[in-house]
């Protein structure tokens, strides 16, 4: 190895935190927001996944300081959640402890890796200053009728005690597990907090055109909104005063229903069913309730269901159908409830398949082996006999179901609101109590209210959270009155919803600035939107969705002056090990970045990120393409050391250097890394190709270019060539374009259209010189003799054809 890494490394990484060069400045009109999706402090620290996203960001953000950009580029930590609180729970510890020690290593280990973030601007979700602000906007939701109590099916895990999200649940072996521990989860109905982020459905889906995102990520949130419009129709029950009322976007297909299926969880379910069917359907209900509802939408999966006994009365043409109850319904989506034309639909095709009911086909279609889902001649359908547009058919349906009064028109959403509690002790507490008469008592003016100190962590054995032990801190009594505090706490998908506000409020780490204040929204005006958001895909309709209804409603309140948060968003790829699989702590194929900083140095580590795959692409990791990186950057070191360097330019390089420093500045904006690092590469072999002294520009100008991805080595090179400031301090270069400037062409000569003979000609050379000089090369003077020449075509600096006979 040509130089020592860690001494490197050491010495300028001293040297950055001394200087606070990296600290946010205030100085330009210009400004870049670069944001990583912070990381939840676990145990294990940081692995090399981490760092493909956090070097892409911060290979961004150097280069941006060096073209005299304000740069905000910080860090903060996702500190609440389930581990820590599972930790907390087995050993007695505090789960605050523990996180801030995990929190300890990752600073230490981003500060290894010479990341430029801000530590200033450091953030840390648990901290209570942090905290009280998540608490008042929920209180301002709350005032807005955002937020509100409701009793609602959830998925309810006993071996962790608490509510999960459908993002913290997966299935293994047919059961419904949490991801934390791999404990039974199944639906139960509990009293929860709910957000009512269905109120921003349209301002959700109408912001995604204004965003430099993805295809696949918005067409992601489009599909989890799911807007549609539609009809819903009313069902009369046989023999009942009861109703069932369906959602449909499909009314034009009502002759063909052949039953009526209800989600489990439907109210109607226990209203209707017969007694003979009773137990069979109290049965299933419980088997479904250990379901997810991505397993229960899943059409890979067999389609099931039980017969309730009852059957509803099609309002269109009198027809018996039979009810049944079967979890491809979900009860949260619409009306819980379908009308089943499996005719025309896969997955009621399945269904009537496996239960042999009716399937009539009311569209033509010679293929009655499977369901129709195009577009053909309406037939047993009475007076849409015939029609072939679907709209058509669907006005005479409404047309007639409205005068009946069987109908009504709405737009429908899949997204559902959000379940905003957690029966966890580790999570923001609600600054809210309740009264004697369970009045709701905001509790605004206390901010923030914290987590109680305790001895002991322990399940409550209620359903509710450890909060519910602590009766010293559950009981308060406020204005004379009696009250008991909320004992759920939020969600962390509560934290993360405005964090990117958190790091421009933040003074010093986890001290805030007003966020009503002017002085807070002149930042804002500043920084907003977030310029580059680099996370994982895995968080496409979670965080993204959570935070974009966060900014939108502070945008509403006037805090905020942008509608959206983040304006380009990029999603790496993930590493993967030598193998090609994903690596995780359970297969033991994770890989500690450490490891690779104290062999092969930092720079290396950075380099190899950016060089051997693109940000979005997955990259498979290699220790001989690690190797390969660090013999590069041994050769850079030589090649700046040993290379004798002049003043006076003699322009030998002028092309190689200009043409390359043009091409990588175009892919650094575009964040090309890969081919950005083969153009210096270019240039390093051109180096070695000289044969006399190099240009000392042109050496000085590459480091700058080199110093975003590999900053110690291009800082330790910096030095060596005899400067005192840091490299940091130097304007991005700009090429010249005279330099790169062709100064001869090849032409092809045709005759009759092909080419018979090239011309190597001055740029630019005349029409009567390029006939002139064509006509003089021997085989074309050949091929023209004794010839008519009909036509001379010239393009100047592309092509001469002569036409003959």
Request: with cysteine; charged share 25%.
């Amino acid at each position: 190895m040509e130089f020592s890494h860690k001494a490197i490394e050491k010495k300028w990484q001293k040297v950055w935190e001394e200087n606070k060069t990296f600290k946010t400045t205030d100085q330009s009109k210009q400004k870049i927001y670069v944001l990583d999706m912070f990381p939840y402090p676990s145990g294990a620290g940081l692995h090399v996944g981490h760092t493909k996203g956090y070097t892409a960001t911060d290979v961004f953000a150097r280069f941006k300081k060096h073209q005299g950009f304000d740069v905000l580029h910080p860090i903060g930590y996702d500190a609440f959640g389930l581990p820590a609180e599972q930790y907390a729970l087995k050993t007695g510890n505090d789960p605050r402890d523990f996180t801030l020690k995990n929190i300890a290593n990752f600073r230490t280990q981003l500060k290894k890796m010479g990341y430029s973030y801000d530590f200033d601007k450091e953030i840390i979700t648990s901290n209570p200053n942090y905290y009280k602000i998540t608490q008042w906007i929920f209180c301002e939701l709350f005032k807005k009728g955002l937020a509100e109590i409701r009793n609602v099916n959830v998925n309810w895990c006993p071996g962790l005690g608490t509510v999960l999200a459908n993002e913290e649940i997966e299935t293994k072996n047919g059961k419904t597990v949490s991801e934390v521990g791999g404990f039974d989860v199944f639906k139960k109905p509990m009293r929860q907090w709910v957000l009512k982020i269905t109120n921003y459905a349209d301002e959700l889906l109408d912001g995604l055109n204004e965003l430099d995102w993805s295809k696949s990520i918005k067409d992601l949130q489009k599909n989890w909104i799911g807007k549609s419009a539609g009809t819903v129709i009313e069902f009369d029950v046989k023999d009942s005063a009861e109703k069932i009322s369906v959602f449909t976007t499909r009314a034009d297909t009502i002759f063909g229903v052949s039953y009526i299926v209800l989600a489990p969880e439907n109210n109607l379910v226990k209203k209707l069913v017969s007694k003979k069917q009773e137990k069979l359907v109290d049965d299933y209900i419980k088997q479904t309730s250990a379901k997810t509802d991505i397993e229960r939408q899943d059409d890979s999966k067999p389609k099931n269901g039980v017969f309730l006994g009852r059957y509803a009365i099609n309002p269109i043409n009198g027809e018996e159908v039979q009810i049944w109850t079967g979890d491809y319904v979900l009860n949260d989506y619409a009306t819980g409830s379908v009308m089943a034309v499996p005719a025309h639909d896969e997955r009621d095709f399945k269904f009537a398949s496996n239960y042999n009911l009716p399937i009539k086909f009311i569209l033509e279609s010679e293929d009655k082996t499977k369901a129709f889902v195009g577009e053909s001649k309406y037939i047993n359908s009475e007076y849409l006999d015939g029609l072939q547009k679907r709209d058509d058919a669907k006005n005479l349906v409404i047309k007639n179901l409205t005068k009946n009064k069987k109908c009504t028109l709405k737009v429908n959403y899949k997204l559902r609101d959000w379940l905003f509690s957690r029966q966890r002790f580790y999570g923001e507490p609600f600054p809210l109590a309740f009264d004697e008469n369970n009045n709701i008592v905001l509790l605004e003016k206390e901010l923030p209210v914290e987590l109680p100190k305790a001895d002991y962590i322990k399940p409550s054995g209620t359903g509710e959270s450890p909060l519910a032990n602590l009766t010293d801190w559950l009981h308060i009594e406020r204005d004379g009155k009696k009250l008991v505090r909320e004992t759920n706490t939020m969600p962390q998908w509560a934290a993360s919803s405005w964090y990117h506000l958190a790091y421009i409020l933040a003074t010093s780490p986890n001290e805030f600035l007003d966020i009503q204040s002017s002085e807070a929204k002149a930042l804002f005006k500043k920084w907003l939107p977030v310029d580059i958001y680099v996370g994982g895909q895995e968080h496409a309709v979670g965080h993204l969705l959570y935070a974009r209804f966060w900014h939108r409603f502070l945008y509403d309140l006037g805090i905020v002056p942008t509608k959206e948060p983040f304006k380009k968003l990029i999603n790496q790829g993930i590493v993967l090990d030598s193998n090609g699989e994903k690596m995780s702590k359970s297969k033991g194929n994770v890989i500690n970045p450490e490891e690779i900083i104290n062999s092969h140095g930092a720079d290396c580590l950075r380099l190899y990120n950016v060089f051997m795959a693109p940000v979005e692409a997955s990259l498979q990791w290699s220790e001989k393409g690690l190797d390969g990186a660090r013999k590069w950057l041994d050769r850079v070191f030589r090649m700046i050391k040993n290379t004798k360097t002049t003043d006076k330019n003699n322009g030998s390089l002028d092309f190689i250097f200009n043409s390359v420093l043009q091409k990588y500045t175009q892919m650094m904006e575009d964040f090309k890394y890969n081919t950005g690092v083969s153009q210096l590469m270019l240039f390093v072999n051109q180096v070695y190709k000289e044969d006399q002294p190099v240009y000392k520009e042109y050496f000085e100008k590459f480091l700058i270019m080199l110093s975003p991805i590999a900053p110690h080595i291009a800082e330790e090179l910096w030095e060596f060539l005899g400067h005192k400031d840091s490299i940091y301090a130097q304007p991005w270069p700009i090429f010249d374009p005279k330099k790169i400037e062709i100064d001869e062409v090849i032409i092809p000569i045709q005759i009759n259209g092909k080419v018979k003979a090239t011309l190597n000609v001055k740029k630019d050379t005349s029409k009567d010189s390029l006939i002139k000089e064509a006509k003089s090369i021997e085989n074309i003077k050949k091929q023209l003799q004794d010839k008519n020449i009909l036509k001379e075509i010239v393009v100047i600096n592309k092509i001469i054809n002569f036409v003959v006979k």
